[in-house]
Structure formats: C-alpha cells, structure tokens
C-alpha cells in the first residue's frame, strides 16, 4: 500500500519563525515529491517540486528530500500570518506518470 | 486562478437526483483528474484520464460516472447519491510532473 503520512497538526508557530512541516512515504519506488499549500475552503497550490536528494529553496520554502530515510520536508523561514493553512505532501512512482498520493495535510498556525 | 475552471462551484443534491461536475482547463495539458477531499482524510483519487482515455479508476462506486469528450473537458455524473458523498470534489490536469486543480466544486447530499 503506498503511504503518504503527516502528522496532522496544528503546528503553532510564532511570526517570524521558521516552520518545519514533515512528511513520510512508503513507497521507495517514489520519484517525484510536492508540496502543496491549501487555504481553508480553497484548492491545494503547488509551492515546491522536488525531486533528487537534497535541499531546494525558493523564495523563504526551502525543500528537502532524503530518499533513503524515505522523507520531504518543507521549511518556511520568516513565516508570515498568511502562511496559515494546510500544508499537503504528495509523491509520484516511477513508472507511474498520473498517479499522485498525497498526505492528509498538516495545518500550520502562524500566531502574529 | 490555476487555468482550470470547474462549476457548480456549490451543489445540493437529493439522493434521487441526477446531476453533472464540469470541469475545464486551459492549459494545454494532457492529463486530467477527479478527486474527492472529505474533512481531515487525504485527497482520494477517483479518475484519470490521459489523452482522454480513462487509465485509472480507483474503485469508485458506480454512482460516479466520468467523461471525458476532449483533453479539455471532464465530467463527473452523478445519480443515487449517499449522504456520504458530500465532500470536495476537485478536478486536477497535468503535464508531466505537475498537477493543477480548479477551485473545486463543494457538494452536500442531502
């Protein structure tokens, strides 16, 4: 069964802060890995793609994978208010160009 | 906005009715998608669609019917619906490695 595991939240940050969100696979044969960002009532939002070992930042999201540990990562350095919501991990197979599995999502709270 | 559209934006629905999701995108890709997002579960995958073939169809109970005319449009049909069914339905495309959603269509059974 492939997994895509989060852990719920909240996770409660103060502004300014640096937010760490996890994530876990279970699936080694996992070759792309994304971040998305999901506001209350709205659709999930690709923020970051990432797909060999290592870091990979953009703007204050900074992702990193570590495949043998089987995890992706997502920090938000400086977080503002605005960066309350959920967050959703999902991977792809290799092999498996159309099929994403996604995580349940961790919510983050950034506190002003 | 993502380029993919999707309407109703809001549906109430008996169980006895009859009712289709639209979803449409403008981003040239070949690859389209419905999910359905219930409160603090995963999104669930429920139909893909390549090069508007269906490739993937995750166990979704009969009730759920896709079409997909072109690599623009998909449709999701509904009919005999359960109360369980309410839930987020989002239709998602994709080029090679990225998925795009519409803004989701939120549908209560009643």
């Known amino acids: 069964q492939k997994e895509v595991e989060q852990n719920s939240g909240p996770l409660s940050v103060p502004e300014g802060a640096i937010a760490s969100l996890n994530c876990t696979y279970s699936?080694?044969?996992?070759?792309?890995f994304f971040w998305y960002r999901q506001y209350s009532g709205k659709s999930p939002e690709l923020i970051m793609s990432?797909?060999?070992?290592g870091d990979k930042e953009d703007g204050r999201f900074t992702a990193q994978l570590n495949k043998a540990s089987q995890y992706v990562s997502l920090l938000i350095r400086d977080s503002q208010p605005s960066d309350s919501a959920t967050y959703l991990c999902?991977?792809?197979?290799?092999?498996?160009?159309?099929?994403?599995?996604f995580g349940s999502g961790t919510k983050l709270n950034v506190k002003p | 906005e993502t380029g993919v559209t999707q309407t109703p934006r809001h549906l109430v629905m008996g169980m006895t009715n009859k009712k289709s999701l639209k979803c449409e995108q403008h981003l040239g890709h070949n690859a389209m998608y419905w999910y359905k997002q219930s409160a603090k579960k995963p999104l669930e995958l429920m139909f893909v669609y390549n090069f508007k073939e269906q490739t993937e169809n995750n166990s979704v109970p009969s009730r759920f019917s896709p079409e997909c005319p072109n690599s623009s449009h998909l449709f999701l049909h509904l009919h005999t619906l359960q109360p369980e069914d309410s839930a987020l339905y989002l239709c998602a495309s994709s080029q090679e490695e990225t998925q795009y959603f519409g803004p989701g269509t939120r549908l209560l059974v009643l």
């Open positions: 999902a991977v792809r197979l290799a092999g498996n160009f159309n099929k994403f599995y």
């Open positions: 990432i797909y060999s070992n």
């Open positions: 699936d080694r044969g996992s070759q792309s």
